[in-house]
């Protein structure tokens, strides 16, 4: 149980652009999603969390018009990174929370964007 | 944003040996949690520790959530190569509805075989 999916599992996209990420829950209702980035050989960092049917909740830093957050329904959450710049290249991770799974957060396999 | 004081930042071991390592931090949490994840792949979590003082194994695996709730180790016995990758700490306070995780930077562990 408490899998995660994610698709694409790799995009690259020209400068400009915008890509849409999927994250979905497949066994269990999500009711809250979380969206991440990792640099290579960093930690995650959080950019920001969606609970279903209200607006996400963003860090510090992180540009809510760039990166749209959408959390429609219990097992679905995209985010799409708007206008992509070479430097928005980078390792995309959501997780999810609910259902059996209480507070302990389960990850998706990750997206690689690479903006050219 | 805080992040948890994780070490080793890295381990070179020969397959066979034992590892440890751990994470503290200057507040407390109700959870600790340790992630291993693999080059491209999302993190996968290993063990969940949700009790001060709490000791949990899962097979080779075993993790203790600190007493004061300011630290957590995981330990690797007769590691194989395929324990090779990033293992991750994270703290989680839940305090209210705030559910994040504080994270370590990660130990890197390569085994020799």
């Known amino acids: 149980g408490a899998v995660v999916s994610q698709h694409p599992s790799w995009v690259i996209c020209k400068s400009g652009t915008s890509v849409k990420i999927e994250c979905r829950s497949l066994d269990f209702q999500a009711t809250t999603m979380f969206w991440y980035r990792q640099f290579p050989k960093q930690s995650l960092m959080l950019m920001a969390t969606?609970?279903?049917?209200?607006?996400?909740?963003?860090e510090q830093g992180v540009e809510k018009d760039k990166f749209l957050i959408n959390h429609a329904s219990l097992t679905l959450s995209t985010l799409t990174v708007t206008s992509a710049h070479p430097e928005d290249s980078s390792f995309y991770i959501c997780?999810?929370?609910?259902?059996?799974?209480?507070?302990?957060?389960?990850f998706g396999p990750g997206t690689r964007l690479t903006v050219l | 944003g805080q992040q948890l004081n994780q070490s080793p930042q890295s381990m070179f071991i020969q397959e066979g040996e034992d590892v440890s390592m751990n994470c503290t931090s200057s507040?407390?949490?109700?959870?600790w949690l340790w992630y291993k994840q693999d080059p491209g792949e999302g993190p996968v979590l290993l063990i969940a520790l949700y009790k001060a003082g709490e000791l949990t194994s899962n097979g080779r695996l075993t993790a203790q959530f600190g007493i004061t709730r300011k630290d957590s180790f995981l330990n690797i016995s007769a590691s194989i190569p395929s324990d090779v990758g990033i293992y991750f700490c994270?703290?989680?306070?839940?305090?209210?509805?705030?559910?994040?995780?504080?994270w370590g930077l990660g130990t890197s562990l390569a085994v020799n075989p």
């Open positions: 994270a703290g989680q306070a839940n305090a209210g509805n705030n559910r994040k995780l504080i």
């Open positions: 969606s609970n279903e049917g209200s607006k996400a909740t963003y």
């Open positions: 507040s407390i949490f109700n959870t």
């Open positions: 997780s999810a929370i609910g259902g059996t799974s209480g507070n302990t957060q389960y």
